[in-house]
Every structure is written in C-alpha cells, then in structure tokens.
C-alpha cells in the first residue's frame, strides 16, 4: 500500500500505542486533515489521556476494538510485536501499517542523517548531532536529534526548513515498517545477537530489520557501515552492487585501505579519513578520550560519526571540536562518583548481553556488576571469560536472576536482590576500596521500569542515597 503526505488528507487513520511516538503520530495525523483515532492495550497515562483529549482525538484504552479497523492505513508503536492477534487481523483487512518514523518522514524537509546498530548508536548520533551543531552555528541551518534516542520524529518535522538536519536514531522495530523511508546518509555501528525474542531466534531476520535503513536510498546518498563488525563486513561483501555510497570504517588500516575510495580508520594513534581519494587526519586518539570517552567500542562510534559527518559536508574543524569536548552519555558508562574509594558507574543503557560484554571490558580493574532484567535470548556463555576476569562479585536482580545465577555461579560469587535499591545496597556492602560498582544490567528494564532511562535515574538516586 502506498501511502505519502499528500493523501492523507481525509483520511481515517488507527494509531496503534499512545506512548510518546503513538501521541506524536497522532498530532502529526491531525494536524495534515486525517481523522484518527488512538488505541492502546494498556491505560492511558494522565497526560496521555488530557492530550488527546484537548486536541479532540477519538481515542480507546485496556484493548483494541474493531473500530481499529475502520482505517485506510494504520500506525504502529514500535513496541507492538508482529505477531499480535490486532496486527494480523490488520493484516487480513488489507490495512497498511506504517511505523512512525516512516509518517514523520513524509513531512520532513531536512537532511536526514539516519543511525542503526546492536550498540553504540546513541552514542554515535549524539555525536553527529554535535559535529553538525558546532557547524550550524556558523551557517544559520538548525540540527534536530530525533527517534529512538527519545524524540518523536513526528513531533520535530513541523519545526524542519530545507537545509536543517535532522539526526534520527532508529530501532529495529522502528525499521520494520518502514517502506519509503530515504535517509541522506545511513549509519549502521554493528550487529550483534539482540531482541532475538522479537525475531524468533533468528539472527537473519533481526539484521533484515536493521538492513532497512538504506532499503531506499538512491546512487548519491551514503551508507556507513562498521568493517570490524562480522556480520556487517560479510553482508556488504555480498551486496556490494545493490548499496550506494558504501563508506566503512575500522580500528585496522589495514582491514579497508587500498579496498575502498572513502573510509575512517585509525592510522597509528590517529584517526583518519579518506574522501574522495583525499586524505586527511582529524584528531590524535589521545585528545579523543581525554574527556572520559574512553573503551574500544567508542573509538568505533567516534569513527562511524566521523565518517557521516565528513560525507555530509561538515568540516575537519567542527568535527574535531566535537570530539574533544565530548564528554558520553547518560546512561552510558556513565560516570556516577567515587564513594569510599569505590567508583559507581551508570550503564542502563547496556540492554543486551555484548553491551554488558563491553562495558566490563572498558571498566579498568575489578568490577562489582550489578545485572539483570527481561532475558532479550542472548547466549549467557559467551560471557564467562570475561566475567571470570572482570567480577569479583556478581549482584543479581530482575526476571532473569535465576539466569545470571545458572551461568556464573561457578566462574564467581553471585548474591540475590529482589529490587534494583536491594542490589544497590549489597554492592556498597560488598565493594572493595579501588573496585568499580558496574550497574549494566545486559537485559531490557521492562521488569520492572518503563524505560532504560528510568532504571538509570534510579540507580542514581540509589547510589547518591536519595532513592524515592
């Protein structure tokens, strides 16, 4: 079904999730003369509810009625999986379904540089975002940071002019319905096992949904990609012809040069880019993490948001101004504070088993992890060199407890929390002077919070000793 911002107009529209995208959506819909009508399995929040109301938008809560098919097409939450009885019963309906990144980008003027990836794709966006910030400033466009990094696409595209730049972090789910949506240059940071509950298990079909970002784009756009990344380097072996403007990027100089006219490599300690045949070095390595920014995985996102923003015309200067005043994200590594000679560290962020992998790896010293959370059907072994390494005591809370329990209670001392303040308190109780309290949960947080950044706020105020 094809569906644009021209025929919208008149239209009878079902938005599927009233969280923050399902909401935006919705103004969005209105705003264009389509007639909509919201719908949710669960209840409505407060603000949700007076939102809708006050913009006179038909909506229904704690199920989905057969009015949600009485609809031309559809939009639906990224948190609704594919195989939900409402989402087949569309489907037999003949209802097109459209993400809400792909509604939003039937309205959007600006450049759009997109970011998908297993990890480090906050990380990397927030980066480019700051690359072409440091530039706008100078040539009067605007930057807007959009999608999974927490920002409605559909709730920016109103405010976008020609020439502005819209960054739009993009989920998987957010990918999956995706049928026109066309970014000026793609970014791609890896592609590791996660949300393999969502994908039955099927790494193909996982890394399918991610492929969809650059399923549109045309001869003078751009796709970067991450060479040290397996799955990638095979997958863009294999399609080399059916991708316009590949552009990888490796830590190894040696693993592109001499293979490709554009590339961001490190080339002794710096890091360097090829455009065009030109090349050209931007920043010592040593000023990259002088800031904290520190972990071999962060030198991939550095590159990756290098190499997108030199391709979409930012300038060496901006770029390496970002670099060194960067200083992480929340909820990434992020640095809390040293309590009785006991460093704490924030990385809710760490949703999936390799990221947890990651931030052991980059936390210097001995680590007391706190993890847990809903189980995404990763493979707990492949974690067991570096826990026995890394731990020194596991603290473990969340659905998947009994999990952690099973795998590493042989290679290390695991001690039980029914609640994230129960293993806040057990790690203080357990740490020793010059050790690292590592919250990265490696699981979703939807146990117990509503989001990531929750379950982060509240590690937080834990540590600080103000829990509420």
Partial sequence: MSVDAESIKGSHVSVLGAKRSGIAAALLLQRHGAHVFVSDSEPLGDHEKACLQQSGIAFEEK??????????????????????AVIEE????GIGMFSEIELASWFC????????????KTTTATLIAAMCGVEAAERGYRVFSAGNIGVPFSSLVGKMRPGDVAVVELSSYQLERCTAFRPDVAVVTNIMPDHLDRYEGSMQRYAEAKYRIYANQRQDDWLVYNADNETLRAHFADHREYVPGLIPFSKSIERIS???????TMDGRWLTTVIGGKKESVICKDDLFKRSFRGSHNLENALAAVCAARVAGIGIAPVREALETFGGVEHRQEFVGTFNGVDWVNDSKATNLNALRRALETVPGKVVLIAGGREKGGDFSELEDTVRQKVSILVAFGESRDKFIAAFSSLVRIVQASSLEEAVSLARLNAAQGETVLFSPGCSSFDMFDNFETRGKMFKMCVRGRAE
Wanted: aromatic residues 4%.
């Fill in 63 to 84: 199920g989905h009625s057969h009015k949600v098919l009485e609809a031309d097409f559809s939009v639906v939450s990224p948190g609704i999986p594919p195989h939900v």
């Fill in 90 to 93: 569309m489907g037999k309906n």
């Fill in 258 to 264: 001499g293979v490709n006219d554009n590339y961001a």
């Fill in 109 to 120: 003027k600006a450049r759009i540089l997109g970011v998908t990836g297993t990890d480090g």
